[in-house]
Protein backbone atom coordinates (compact mmCIF):
# COMPACT_ATOMS: atom_id res chain seq x y z
CA UNK A 1 0.00 0.00 0.00
CA UNK A 2 2.80 2.52 0.81
CA UNK A 3 4.35 1.80 -2.23
CA UNK A 4 1.09 2.33 -4.41
CA UNK A 5 0.96 5.78 -2.72
CA UNK A 6 4.94 6.34 -3.26
CA UNK A 7 4.40 5.58 -7.17
CA UNK A 8 1.17 7.93 -6.98
CA UNK A 9 2.73 11.07 -5.42
CA UNK A 10 6.02 10.48 -7.92
CA UNK A 11 3.41 10.70 -11.51
CA UNK A 12 1.40 13.38 -9.91
CA UNK A 13 4.64 15.22 -9.46
CA UNK A 14 5.95 14.62 -12.88
CA UNK A 15 2.63 15.34 -14.27
CA UNK A 16 2.28 18.92 -12.59
CA UNK A 17 4.52 20.73 -15.23
CA UNK A 18 2.32 19.23 -17.54
CA UNK A 19 -1.30 19.99 -16.25
CA UNK A 20 -0.91 23.71 -16.41
CA UNK A 21 0.38 23.62 -20.22
CA UNK A 22 -1.78 21.36 -21.78
CA UNK A 23 -5.40 23.84 -21.43
CA UNK A 24 -6.28 24.74 -25.08
CA UNK A 25 -5.50 28.57 -24.97
CA UNK A 26 -8.35 30.65 -26.93
CA UNK A 27 -7.62 30.96 -30.52
CA UNK A 28 -6.07 28.13 -30.98
CA UNK A 29 -5.71 25.94 -33.85
CA UNK A 30 -6.79 22.27 -33.94
CA UNK A 31 -5.73 20.14 -36.59
CA UNK A 32 -6.96 16.22 -36.14
CA UNK A 33 -6.68 12.95 -37.51
CA UNK A 34 -8.94 9.88 -36.69
CA UNK A 35 -10.31 6.44 -37.59
CA UNK A 36 -13.28 4.04 -36.97
CA UNK A 37 -12.12 1.13 -34.18
CA UNK A 38 -15.89 0.42 -33.40
CA UNK A 39 -19.23 1.30 -35.38
CA UNK A 40 -22.85 -0.34 -35.11
CA UNK A 41 -25.77 0.98 -37.32
CA UNK A 42 -29.37 -0.06 -38.03
CA UNK A 43 -31.99 1.45 -39.77
CA UNK A 44 -34.67 1.00 -42.53
CA UNK A 45 -34.95 1.83 -46.35
CA UNK A 46 -38.41 2.16 -48.25
CA UNK A 47 -39.28 1.72 -51.62
CA UNK A 48 -42.55 0.39 -54.12
CA UNK A 49 -44.51 0.63 -50.41
CA UNK A 50 -42.46 -1.72 -48.95
CA UNK A 51 -40.28 -1.30 -46.11
CA UNK A 52 -36.37 -3.24 -45.42
CA UNK A 53 -35.01 -3.16 -42.18
CA UNK A 54 -31.34 -3.65 -41.89
CA UNK A 55 -28.35 -3.15 -39.41
CA UNK A 56 -24.24 -3.93 -39.66
CA UNK A 57 -21.83 -3.84 -37.55
CA UNK A 58 -17.69 -2.97 -38.37
CA UNK A 59 -14.48 -3.45 -35.76
CA UNK A 60 -10.96 -2.75 -36.32
CA UNK A 61 -8.89 0.61 -36.63
CA UNK A 62 -9.08 2.30 -40.05
CA UNK A 63 -12.68 0.34 -41.00
CA UNK A 64 -14.44 1.84 -42.80
CA UNK A 65 -13.01 5.26 -43.25
CA UNK A 66 -10.22 8.11 -42.16
CA UNK A 67 -11.35 11.10 -40.66
CA UNK A 68 -9.05 14.78 -40.96
CA UNK A 69 -10.54 17.90 -38.60
CA UNK A 70 -10.27 21.33 -38.55
CA UNK A 71 -11.26 23.52 -35.52
CA UNK A 72 -10.24 26.68 -33.28
CA UNK A 73 -10.65 27.55 -30.22
CA UNK A 74 -13.24 30.49 -29.69
CA UNK A 75 -12.94 30.04 -25.67
CA UNK A 76 -10.59 28.06 -23.01
CA UNK A 77 -13.64 25.23 -22.84
CA UNK A 78 -15.32 25.81 -26.52
CA UNK A 79 -14.01 24.33 -30.06
CA UNK A 80 -15.90 24.60 -33.33
CA UNK A 81 -15.30 23.16 -36.34
CA UNK A 82 -15.41 20.05 -38.92
CA UNK A 83 -14.27 16.95 -40.00
CA UNK A 84 -14.33 15.63 -43.11
CA UNK A 85 -14.43 11.47 -43.84
CA UNK A 86 -14.03 9.27 -46.40
CA UNK A 87 -13.14 6.05 -47.14
CA UNK A 88 -13.94 2.33 -48.40
CA UNK A 89 -16.67 0.30 -46.94
CA UNK A 90 -16.83 -3.55 -48.24
CA UNK A 91 -19.93 -5.43 -48.77
CA UNK A 92 -21.12 -9.09 -49.45
CA UNK A 93 -22.75 -9.04 -52.88
CA UNK A 94 -24.51 -12.44 -54.15
CA UNK A 95 -21.40 -14.29 -52.54
CA UNK A 96 -18.80 -11.74 -54.57
CA UNK A 97 -16.53 -8.86 -52.59
CA UNK A 98 -17.74 -5.34 -53.55
CA UNK A 99 -16.76 -1.88 -52.62
CA UNK A 100 -18.63 1.35 -51.80
CA UNK A 101 -17.04 5.15 -51.52
CA UNK A 102 -18.67 6.46 -47.51
CA UNK A 103 -18.18 9.79 -47.02
CA UNK A 104 -19.32 12.32 -44.10
CA UNK A 105 -19.23 15.90 -43.48
CA UNK A 106 -19.56 17.19 -40.02
CA UNK A 107 -19.07 20.70 -38.47
CA UNK A 108 -19.18 20.19 -34.45
CA UNK A 109 -19.10 22.56 -31.45
CA UNK A 110 -17.01 20.41 -28.12
CA UNK A 111 -17.20 21.62 -25.21
CA UNK A 112 -14.23 20.73 -23.18
CA UNK A 113 -13.91 20.42 -18.96
CA UNK A 114 -10.74 21.06 -17.09
CA UNK A 115 -7.47 21.87 -17.83
CA UNK A 116 -4.76 19.15 -17.36
CA UNK A 117 -3.72 16.26 -18.87
CA UNK A 118 -6.72 14.63 -19.30
CA UNK A 119 -9.68 16.60 -20.49
CA UNK A 120 -13.34 15.29 -20.74
CA UNK A 121 -15.73 16.81 -23.54
CA UNK A 122 -18.87 16.74 -24.75
CA UNK A 123 -19.86 17.95 -28.23
CA UNK A 124 -22.73 17.96 -31.10
CA UNK A 125 -22.49 17.34 -34.73
CA UNK A 126 -24.53 18.48 -37.57
CA UNK A 127 -24.32 17.83 -40.88
CA UNK A 128 -24.46 15.25 -43.92
CA UNK A 129 -23.22 11.93 -45.05
CA UNK A 130 -23.21 9.49 -48.11
CA UNK A 131 -22.28 6.59 -50.07
CA UNK A 132 -21.57 5.73 -53.28
CA UNK A 133 -21.35 1.74 -55.59
CA UNK A 134 -17.66 1.52 -56.93
CA UNK A 135 -18.64 -1.84 -58.16
CA UNK A 136 -20.30 -2.89 -61.42
CA UNK A 137 -22.49 -5.47 -59.90
CA UNK A 138 -24.45 -2.81 -57.87
CA UNK A 139 -25.88 -1.77 -55.05
CA UNK A 140 -27.25 1.40 -52.72
CA UNK A 141 -26.34 4.77 -53.57
CA UNK A 142 -27.82 7.31 -50.79
CA UNK A 143 -27.13 10.37 -48.88
CA UNK A 144 -28.88 12.34 -46.18
CA UNK A 145 -28.65 14.83 -43.29
CA UNK A 146 -27.12 13.64 -39.89
CA UNK A 147 -27.21 15.20 -36.33
CA UNK A 148 -25.92 13.73 -33.73
CA UNK A 149 -23.57 13.81 -30.42
CA UNK A 150 -21.34 11.96 -28.29
CA UNK A 151 -18.17 12.71 -25.37
CA UNK A 152 -15.07 11.19 -24.88
CA UNK A 153 -11.42 12.54 -23.73
CA UNK A 154 -8.36 14.44 -24.91
CA UNK A 155 -5.23 12.95 -23.57
CA UNK A 156 -2.63 15.43 -23.79
CA UNK A 157 0.98 13.81 -24.28
CA UNK A 158 2.58 17.62 -24.31
CA UNK A 159 1.17 21.05 -24.46
CA UNK A 160 -0.08 20.66 -27.96
CA UNK A 161 -0.71 16.58 -28.97
CA UNK A 162 -3.60 14.76 -28.04
CA UNK A 163 -4.77 11.38 -28.24
CA UNK A 164 -8.40 11.54 -28.75
CA UNK A 165 -11.07 9.02 -27.94
CA UNK A 166 -14.37 9.81 -28.62
CA UNK A 167 -17.79 7.66 -28.45
CA UNK A 168 -20.79 9.11 -31.04
CA UNK A 169 -24.35 8.97 -31.87
CA UNK A 170 -25.99 10.30 -34.72
CA UNK A 171 -29.25 9.70 -36.86
CA UNK A 172 -29.32 10.65 -40.54
CA UNK A 173 -32.37 10.92 -42.88
CA UNK A 174 -32.26 11.19 -46.66
CA UNK A 175 -32.74 9.59 -50.27
CA UNK A 176 -31.05 6.92 -52.26
CA UNK A 177 -31.15 4.95 -55.62
CA UNK A 178 -31.21 1.02 -55.99
CA UNK A 179 -28.99 -0.43 -58.76
CA UNK A 180 -32.16 -0.61 -61.09
CA UNK A 181 -32.28 3.27 -60.62
CA UNK A 182 -35.21 2.79 -57.98
CA UNK A 183 -35.75 5.82 -55.48
CA UNK A 184 -36.27 4.91 -51.51
CA UNK A 185 -35.75 7.25 -48.42
CA UNK A 186 -34.15 6.18 -45.40
CA UNK A 187 -32.92 6.22 -42.01
CA UNK A 188 -29.72 5.04 -39.76
CA UNK A 189 -28.91 5.71 -36.55
CA UNK A 190 -25.35 4.71 -35.94
CA UNK A 191 -23.31 4.46 -32.62
CA UNK A 192 -19.49 4.81 -32.85
CA UNK A 193 -16.11 4.83 -31.48
CA UNK A 194 -12.89 6.42 -32.77
CA UNK A 195 -9.98 7.26 -31.91
CA UNK A 196 -6.90 9.73 -33.17
CA UNK A 197 -4.36 12.46 -32.43
CA UNK A 198 -4.94 16.53 -32.23
CA UNK A 199 -2.34 19.07 -32.78
CA UNK A 200 -2.89 22.26 -30.95
CA UNK A 201 -1.48 25.67 -32.76
CA UNK A 202 -1.54 29.22 -31.05
Do not use: C
Not at 20 to 45: I, M, Q
Not at 81 to 106: C, I, K, N
Not at 115 to 121: L, N, Q
Not at 162 to 184: I, M
Request: proline share 3%; charged share 15%; no cysteine.
Amino acid sequence: MKKLILISVLLAALAAPLIGEAAVPRGAFRLSFDTTFFRFGVGEREYDGREQNFDAATFGIGMPSYGVGFGGAVTDNVVIGGRLTMGLEGYDHYHQDADGFVWQVLPYVEYVFLAGIFRPFVMGILGFQGRGDLDEMGDDSWWGFTAGGGGGFHLFFFSNLSLDVTLAADYTVGTGETPRNQDFGHWRFTFGALVGLSGWFG
